[in-house]
């Protein structure tokens, strides 16, 4: 039995391109989510106005890796301090979110932010929305895959890589090669 989590980290390339690495995810998918309209393009999105969020849909076996564990994952690879934005990527369709598809899923969610809050894990207040997926569709074709298929391109060379090289030296044990 597969569990799907939706989860808004800015740019979805970075992303993806961390989750697709993690062992227990069987399915990543770059898309827009919980926004106004439907169907929207990248081009819309990237306006602000549709309220889309650029996200990856993960598909996961909660026999092989968490919740939790997929949660710690996003809360190292993105800064969820900072209100719609990631480094240079600015706007609302960055802002950092989790997508929720189960009541369980919430509960662990708030749970986790409730704990780094706590501990003053990011030394600023935590910024992440947690609301229940609405309004998802998959990107475009060209931005599936992305960092994969082009892993010399300089956004991905910059921004993507060094988060799976964190990913990787900070969780070597999900790693799935």
């Known amino acids: 039995m597969t569990e799907t989590l939706v ?3 800015g740019c979805f ?4 391109a961390v989750y697709v690495k993690v062992q227990g995810v069987t399915d990543v998918e770059s898309g827009y989510c919980n926004g106004q309209t439907t169907a929207p393009t990248y081009e819309a999105v990237c306006t602000g106005r549709t309220g ?3 996200v990856v849909k993960l598909a996961y076996d909660p026999s092989q890796i968490s919740t ?3 949660l710690e994952i996003f809360f190292v690879i993105h800064d969820p301090t900072t209100l ?3 480094g240079n990527d600015t706007g609302t369709q960055y802002r950092s979110g989790i997508y929720f598809t189960t009541p369980e899923q919430s509960e662990v969610a708030q749970a986790l932010i409730a ?3 706590a501990a003053n894990a990011f030394g600023q207040p935590i910024v ?3 609301l229940a997926l609405d309004n998802y569709s998959a990107a475009e074709d060209y931005h599936q895959d992305f960092f994969e298929r082009n892993p010399d391109q300089g956004y991905c060379m910059a ?3 060094p988060k799976v090289a964190k990913f990787k030296k900070t969780f070597a044990r999900l790693v799935r090669e």
């Not at 390339?13 to 993806?16: D, I, L, P, Q, V």
């Open 7 to 9: 989860l808004g980290g």
């Open 52 to 54: 889309h969020n650029e």
């Open 13 to 16: 390339w970075c992303t993806e």
């Open 159 to 161: 921004v993507a890589a």
């Open 84 to 86: 719609n934005r990631q």
């Open 115 to 117: 704990e780094l809050t």
């Open 68 to 70: 939790r564990e997929l």
């Open 128 to 130: 992440t929305e947690v």
